[in-house]
């Protein structure tokens, strides 16, 4: 069977400027074996697929074009009519059915177990005269520009391949009977010389470019039957990737898809041996739970055991080009995603998690605010959460005796070092956003030092206590505003304010200050304090910190309702905070920057567990989740809260062009799910619940350090005088009349303490003091001073 003779070098180097594919996906996979590849689903067609890492996007999308040849065509992603199926909920193998009036296309679409191949069968039904065509966009090595592609011939396979950098991709086509099934093939620069260009301008394809490149390229091959197995393969050279295309199209697609299913049922039947909840006769919901449950697994890298990526997606990902995205590794996420796989009883999972945040921790105790797999910093903020976060996956680890010998204690020693010596003031909020005092990263610190504890020795194991109920008790202090003109629009004495800034540590005025927004235009990008809430004060009752029925928390839960919550088709749900500008323009286009911030999924997760903590039903909270997810059961990180805008696929209640599937929104999925069953928040640490069973602790004594400059203290309070070096501590309460000096002690966390009693003083006295460092026996050159009161 002849076919055409490539043609010279297309034409329109180097492309239109090179974008992802939309966040909008219907599912994701993987294998479970040796295959080193994980691929998304997006609009009925395969979208970004990934290799040989989980951070690495290798294409753009593999889609399929319908034609006739006589001036009929169709690209079948602009078909809404649809539907995606499984074997069974949580198993990665898909059937994917495109309906036209005149035909029907059906896709099976799993990766080969053994090698780093994904297969797609193709059947197509209808007219006699219409044949299939397939678009591949690569992205090579996580790029859509410098690539380059040809149509290449190795022993008796021709294939489309690109290549940039050591990655080389092969794309062959083949029949039952093993024959090569490619008829017309060519290269072409994205949006002047592809195929789809071909089809727009000539209503069939008639080029036939025999290579592109470097820029911005693109392949399309016609396949000459209606039934057709593709391989998507990939290596460090053309000869290793059509091998290993060849090999898994030669074994038949039946085989691969049943190892497929058989897989993942173990990995299910495994889990669920260890499970610590089953829902019962909730059957809608259970599938949610096994679907979130593949999720997590998905997300998870095959060297890099238990590194786990945020989303195998980029979020408004066709107006951008950038190579980050969401698949980079947060310890926020891979902690929120392992408390998840510790609920479902994916133990070892969760093991690898905590050894792969133990081996990237840095050496004064942080991790990097995010990074790719290999430990490489991304973004460098400083989030004390991240910090607390990997201590907590390792008390949880330790309560469901599932340890197993891990050597984790110099890890917990070293993070609860840094919380020790930066804290209280955290240089991001969870949102990766503002400094300041945030109750959930002081919750998440607060619930870390007391876990720490379990893990550490004398004196560090007092210190961390100590530091965790002065913390707890200076919560309400740093971040709780009372009579404001917000607080009597709506009929409450006070609430926690999402961030504080960090000067509210000794001066509640700052409440009132100004602190900024971001992802809104200069004219908006800020605001008050205390007029921005959000429901990070929920984490102080999720940890055990405070009672659902404490008087502040219930106040602030009435705040944050009328703020923040939307009534949508699928249920409330809840925005992170008023005037967030991170999400689509008012018109729906995509976040450039700026924009308005849309409600989150995950925030209705983190109020149904207040919800359950408060003795309310929260089944109805786990419904709201499921009811917003796409056709393959992903959650989105955000839904649209306005009317629907179809030219750009937005419709109320269902997903926006952010990240989806959000994996720490799955795994909030997974822990509801389990704390519905439990009666109690799943992930609450027990030695946190056991010291404060939710109660404010009493504290003895008041801080003063360099980075908390206090400038006055309650008579009969000890002063606490923290630094990072040891030093002699010279002190007088009389206007140095007399004087004392004080060695400081180590707390064995890095910083050094003395104690000044002031029981005796007169109020209005004044405490001076200095410093001699020891290490270069200097004196500070400056006096300090706190005030009795």
Known sequence: MSQPAAESDAPGCPGIPPTWSSSAKDAVGTALSGSRVWFTLGFGIVNEVFYPHVDRPQIRDLGF????????WLEVKRLESYTIQTPAPGIPAYTIVHRHARFTLELRICPDAKRDV???????????????????????????????????TYSRWRALSATRNATTL?????DEEGRDMWGNVSCGYAGVSDGWQDFARNGAMTWNYAAAGPGNVALMGQVLTRHAHLALSFGECIEEAVVLGAGSLCGGFEENWQQAIEQWQRWHEWAEQRSSFALGEHSELARGVAISAMVLKTHQDKVYAGATVASLSVPWGQSRSEGGGYHLVWARDQVESAGALLAIGAYRDARDVLRYLIATQQPDGHWYQNQWLDGTPYWQGLQLDEVGFP????????????????????MVRRAATFIAREGPVTGQDRWEEDTGLNPFTLAVCVAALV??????????????????????????????????????RLGVPGYYVRTAPPLARDARAALCATVPIKNRPADENSAAADEIVGLEFLELVRLGLRTAGDAKIADSVKVADALLRVDLPTGPAWHRYPGDGYGEHEDG?????????????????ERGHYALAAGEDPIPYLREMAATTSRGGMLPEQVWD????????????LPTGGAMPLVWAHGEFIKLAASCVLGRPFDRPEVVWQRYHGRVPVIPWRSWRFNHRRAAIERGKTLRITVLDPATVRYTTDDWQTQRDVETRDTGLGVHIVDIATAALAPGCTIVFTFHWRAGGTWEGENFSVRVE
């Open 170 to 174: 092969a794309l062959l086509a083949m």
């Open 391 to 410: 201590i907590l996956l390792a008390a949880a680890l330790k309560e469901h005796d599932a340890l197993r010998g891990m050597f984790v204690a110099e």
């Open 451 to 488: 876990c720490a504890a379990e893990f550490l020795d004398e004196p560090a194991r007092t210190y961390a206590l100590e530091l965790a109920d002065h913390w707890n008790a200076r919560i309400e202090d740093w971040t709780y505003v009372e009579q404001t003109p917000l607080a009597v």
């Open 118 to 152: 994904l297969l797609i069968e193709a059947n197509l039904s209808g007219d006699d005269d219409l044949r299939l065509y397939v678009l591949l966009a690569p992205h090579v090595d996580g790029h859509g520009d410098d690539n380059r592609c040809r149509i290449v």
């Open 642 to 653: 306005r009317a629907a805008i179809p030219g750009h696929f937005l419709y109320p209640g």
């Open 65 to 72: 074009i319908v034609a006739d040849g006589k001036g009929f």
């Open 589 to 605: 286009s995509p976040y450039d920057g700026t924009g308005i911030g849309r409600a989150w999924p995950l925030l209705t997760g």
